[in-house]
Every structure is written in structure tokens, then in C-alpha cells.
């Protein structure tokens, strides 16, 4: 039977033989996905099971070059910590309660971007998306630094969705333009990250900057805003991010511990987060408010 598949025009399984044995085939994460989404009330079970039963196999993790994956959760407790309320993510800023994130291998984002637009459209035909959903934020956003707090020691950043972190926390953030982002970048790579970083709970932070979404997206997807001038940064933490809130990330504006943070740009989210516990319907029940 094998044989017959091997020669099966449909499946053109020799394929896969040529396209192995050629092209960039590190580990290093050199694009990201990152997909932050709101099941619609009264959907949150239904979508959690989708999600979790299905398309973070079918629709991510079974892609080519997709090699690491892990989802995270905000109960209503987490929400509530959010900031700034006027938000250019999320709106309100409490929308997207679950974030997925998925490293790509760096070289490999064109191959894998034709394979995810076709197996989406497949999905699609076979009924296999749950519709009742909002995409509050999702971009694929290419490797832009990663910053240790302990230098040498301790996991990678490929690593980062394997290793069993306690909390998660995503921010975004605006430069004026191009040029200012580059400033930003630098200024964050070698100054701010690494004194944030110090005796915090965080053991790296990952940061990104967002590419268009194809033409050929699904229409529940809207294109990626403010692609020349945002980062995203991604805190790994050791710490559920309840217990440190005040004191590493807290909004200073509403006089947080944290301390004044003068970004030269606009904070535009701050927002915590827990991995979920995959196969359950942990914290499905802790979305809404009463």
C-alpha cells in the first residue's frame, strides 16, 4: 500500500523528500503567530473544544515549519488588569479572554504562508471553523530580539512555548513611524528590556514586529494595522502574573509599583495571561463577569 501512495499524483508524497532536503531548517524562532480571539458569548465551551480538539492541530501545529505552539487564557481576573482603557488593540480592552502563539523557523515564512492560506480555505470547505469568534489581534510578526534576564543560563526562546511558564504577558506598543521604531527597537533591546528584566519574575522577553496578512486571508481576519510602526512584546514568566502585578507590571498612569516606564511611543496593551490546560475546560467558566 505504501507504494501505491508514494505514487499516488494526488498526494505527491515525493514531495516532501525534495523540499527536506533544501532551505533554511533551523531553530531559531524567526516569525511568529499570534492570535489573540474572543469566543462569542454562550460559545466559550463550544470554542475552546474546536480549538483545542482541532485547528491548533489541523489549522497550525501539523503545518510545515510551525514547530512550537502553546495557548494562553485571561480569566476575568486577568482581564480587568489591562491597560490603557482607550486601547488601538482591543476594543473594549478587555476583548480577546484567548492568545495562541506559534513559532515558525526563521527562512521559512513564505513556504509556510502558502500551505497555511491553502489547508484555512480546506478547513473552510470541510466546515472544520467555528464562526462564533472574534480575531481581536492576529498577525504573523517576524523575530525582531530576545532579551535574558539571566544571560547564558536557563531555556531559549525557542524554548519559550515548551518550557512550563507560569503567566504570559503580551504588549504592544506604537512608534510615530519607521525611523522612530528602529530608535525604539535599540532603545529597548539594550537599555529598557534588560533593566525591566532585572530581579523580575520574567525570564525573557521575546519581541516582534507585524507583517501584512496575505491577500488571500480568510475575511473574518482583518489586515494587520500599524505594520511599520508597532512591536510586540512577549514576557515569559516564572510567576502567574497575579502575583506580581503591582509590583513589575502595573499601570503607572493609575499610580502601579511598577514604577514610571517612559516609553518614547504609545503603549497601546498590557495585557496578562495563563497557559491553558490542554484537553480541559479549565477557567471556561471564569471568562465572564456576573
Known amino acids: 500500500m505504501s507504494a501505491d501512495i508514494e505514487h499516488n499524483d494526488d498526494t505527491r508524497s515525493g514531495v516532501y523528500a525534495e523540499l527536506a532536503a533544501v532551505g533554511p531548517y533551523g531553530v531559531h524562532p524567526g516569525h511568529a503567530l499570534i492570535t489573540m480571539v474572543e469566543p462569542h458569548p454562550g460559545h466559550e465551551h463550544a470554542y475552546n473544544r474546536w480549538y483545542e480538539d482541532d485547528h491548533y492541530y489541523a489549522g497550525a501545529m501539523a503545518m510545515p515549519w510551525m514547530f512550537a505552539g502553546r495557548r494562553w487564557v485571561a480569566t476575568r481576573e486577568l482581564q480587568l488588569l489591562r491597560y490603557p482603557e482607550k486601547s488601538a488593540v482591543a476594543q473594549p480592552v478587555t476583548a480577546g479572554c484567548y492568545i495562541s502563539t506559534y513559532w515558525i523557523t526563521e527562512g521559512r515564512y513564505d513556504d509556510h504562508m502558502k500551505w497555511t492560506v491553502a489547508i484555512n480555505k480546506r478547513l473552510n470547505r470541510d466546515s472544520r471553523v467555528h464562526q462564533a469568534r472574534t480575531h481581536v489581534f492576529t498577525a504573523f510578526q517576524d523575530h525582531a530580539a530576545t532579551v535574558y534576564r539571566d544571560g547564558a543560563a536557563g531555556p531559549r526562546d525557542y524554548h519559550a512555548l515548551d518550557h512550563p511558564y507560569k503567566g504570559l504577558v503580551v504588549e504592544v506598543i506604537d512608534a510615530d513611524g519607521p ?19 532585572a530581579g523580575s519574575p520574567a525570564a525573557m522577553v521575546t519581541v516582534f514586529r507585524p507583517t501584512p496578512l496575505p491577500l488571500e486571508r480568510m475575511t473574518y481576519v482583518k489586515q ?49 495571561f495563563i497557559p491553558t490546560v490542554p484537553g480541559t475546560d479549565r477557567y471556561v467558566d471564569e471568562l465572564r463577569g456576573d
Open 179 to 197: 525611523r522612530q521604531r528602529n530608535e525604539l527597537l535599540e532603545w529597548l533591546r539594550t537599555r529598557e528590556l534588560p533593566r525591566r528584566l
Open 224 to 272: 494587520v494595522e500599524g505594520v511599520d510602526t508597532r512591536l510586540t512584546l512577549l514576557w515569559f514568566l516564572e510567576r502567574d502574573p497575579r502575583e506580581c502585578w503591582d509590583e513589575h507590571f502595573a499601570d503607572p498612569a493609575a499610580g502601579g509599583e511598577a514604577g514610571e516606564w517612559a516609553v518614547p511611543a504609545r503603549v497601546e496593551l498590557v495585557a496578562p
